[in-house]
Every structure is written in C-alpha cells, then in structure tokens.
C-alpha cells in the first residue's frame, strides 16, 4: 500500500513544473495527503476486498476526465486497440462516440458497419450497455465494453432528440475494416466518399481521383462527402486539404504556450486543376472532417453543403507510457485560415441543406437529398 501511495506521489509531482510546485506545494502535499487517507480507508472498510491497481487506474482516468471529454488513460489492451484502429481494422460495432454529461454521446457510425446498420445515429445519447448504466463509466470503460469478439452481441439502449421513449437496439459484433475511401462518377461528376482519416487515407484518395481524371478527362466537378467521418490523423486532413489547394494555410495549432503554435501550409498542385468542388458535411463531421471542410470553405476551394459540422477543435498527443498503455492529453486547438476556432462551434455549410426525416442514406441516388442538391448544382454550374 504504502508503494503505490509513494508512486502516485511521483505521479502527481511530475505534473507540474519546479516554480510551480515551489508556489503550491503546502496545498499539493495537503491533497497527496487526503488521497493517501482516502485510499487506506478504501482498503480498509469497504465491504469487499478492492484492486489496488483498479483504484489507481480509476483516479488517473477522474484527473484527466475533469480536464475535457477527450483526454484519458489507455490501458496497454486500450492503447494496442487504438493503434490497431488508426492502422484501418479493428473489432466492435463500428461506432465513434465521446463523452457528454456523463453519457456516451455518438459522433457518427461509420458507413456499413454492425452500427450503421441497427440504425445508430449521430448525436444518439447510449444510456446503457446490455444492463449496465452508462453514467459512471470512464469514455474508455464504456469502449472496452462494446469492443467484444466478432459474432457476440451486445444491446444499446439509446436516447434520441425528438423521440420519447428509449430506444432498445441488439446489435452483433464484427471485425471492422474501414475501407476509408470509395469513389465513383455520377453522370461526369467524380464522387469521393471518404470515411475516415486513417494512414491509408491522403493516398487512396489522391490514386482514386488520378483513376477518375485519367478515365474521364472532362469532368463537370468533384463532391467530396465528409458526412458521418469522424475524422483521425491530423497529417491526413493535411494531406488531403493540400490535394484541392495550390498555396495558403491549412490549420494551425495553438498549445498552452502562446509562442507554440504550428502553422501547416498546402504546397502547389491541385489535383482536380481548379474544376468546382462541392463539399458535404453533416453534424457527424468531425475533428480532421472539419479541418479540410473549414480549409476549403476559407480558401473559397469549395461550397460547403449539408448541416453544421460536430465541433471537435481540439488535438490529442498520444504518449506511451512505461506499462504500455498510453495517455491521450489535450495539447493544442486546431484554428482555421480565417483564426476561428472548430471547438464547440463546428463548420456552417454556405448552403443548408438538412438531412430528409424519411428513408435517408447516404448516397443511395432516390433518398440523398444532400447529394441530389450537390449534383443539381454542380450540373448547373
């Protein structure tokens, strides 16, 4: 008892520089303390005999989620899990989700997923997960209980804006492999529907517009559907802002520090030579989405339509830490060209066009309103 109280200390300490502990230390030690009293009286009242290392792991994730939603530990399963995920396969339901008032709040599903297909929509409140309250659960906690074995299922229950009653959904697990990038070409306007923003992302979607220019020399006009893309890596949402621009910022980053800010710039080289861009975005655009939608709209590269974008500004640095496992922190906001900030603001589409109530899906050409609009506009132009 008396080592893991020893090194939390340590923990705790590392956290903050030497000229701040010299100004804080008495109330610091006095914290440190009432931890340390906390801990024992846990170790020796409660009912049941508790996991030392559970507790700790717990108070670690309580110090990071009273920072934002976003920043918490990974534990060495958790952390492989996400490395796993970046990469472009991972197992569970196929769903992207952060945490609101102590719920799981749903960013977007991604397209053809377990998910996607129960139904699950952006913005869905996940109350409980098979009997199990959500409210209580670390953002992590609740991810490592609907990752599971492909062909296990588990249930949701959901609240959604503008429906009374709780909605009970059983979905089965998969393997996901996100396929981040599909294409086509609707009546000489070259679609490219990118789903995520993994490592694979910037060059599938450059190779599949080089495939397009090099069938169909004469294209009208290209839409890029951001609709439901929970974004991913930074350096793709680079990449592929940079594949529409020839020169100016893309984003910037401000951290704690106002001299520690980073500034990313396209190069020269538009991959669809100038022609028209439409960009669709939804409020399951997020993070990396809203950069390049907020980029081109600056740029005046694109007309954005669909519906405001999510909201997510702000950049988690990824740390291994000694036991494997690993510390997503909050290090920076992203900022577009114009200054404004994506955070809790989202992107506004220069032209509105809100999802349809009935039989929506996106891209199927009869109940696609948003893509119909897009390609109505870009014939006209």
Known sequence: MKKIYLLLTFLFLNLFSQNVFSQKKDVLYEKLDLFGDILE??????????????????AING??????????????????????????????LGIEVTMEAGLVKVISPIDDTPADKAGIKSGDYIIKL???????????????????????????????????????????????????VVSEVKENIGYLRLRSFNEKSGDELIDKIREISKNK???????????NNPGGLLSQAIKISDAFLDSGEIVSTKG?????????????????????????????????????????????????VGEKSFGKGSVQSIMPLSNGGGLRLTTAK?????????E????????????????????????????????????AS
């Open 344 to 379: 809790d603001v989202g992107v506004q589409p220069d032209i509105k066009v809100e999802q349809q109530k009935d039989n929506f899906k996106i891209n199927d050409p009869t109940n696609d309103n948003q893509l119909i609009y897009a390609l109505k506009l870009l014939k």
């Open 256 to 304: 704690r520090d106002p001299k520690d800010i980073k500034v990313y710039n396209s190069k020269k080289g538009d991959e669809i030579n100038g022609k028209p861009l439409i960009v669709l975005i939804n409020k399951g655009s997020a993070s990396a989405s809203e950069i390049v939608a907020g980029a081109l709209k600056d740029h005046k590269r694109a007309i954005i």
């Open 63 to 92: 110090m990071l989620q009273s920072l934002d939603p976003y920043s918490s530990y990974m534990s060495p399963k958790t952390f492989k899990a996400m490395n796993t995920e970046t990469k472009g396969e991972f197992g569970g």
């Open 334 to 342: 992203y900022y577009l060209p114009s200054g404004e900030t994506i």
């Open 217 to 227: 020399p004469n294209m009208t006009g290209y839409i890029l559907d951001l609709r």
């Open 130 to 180: 098979d009997n199990k309250q959500v409210k209580g659960l670390t953002l992590d906690e609740a991810v490592n209980t609907m990752r599971g074995k492909s062909g296990t299922p588990i249930t949701l229950t959901i609240r959604r804006i503008d429906v009374d009653d709780p909605i009970i959904v059983k979905i089965v697990r998969e393997t996901i492999k996100t396929k981040s």
């Open 41 to 58: 009286t846990i170790n020796k009242e409660y009912f049941k005999q508790i996991n030392e290392g559970e507790v700790i792991d717990g």
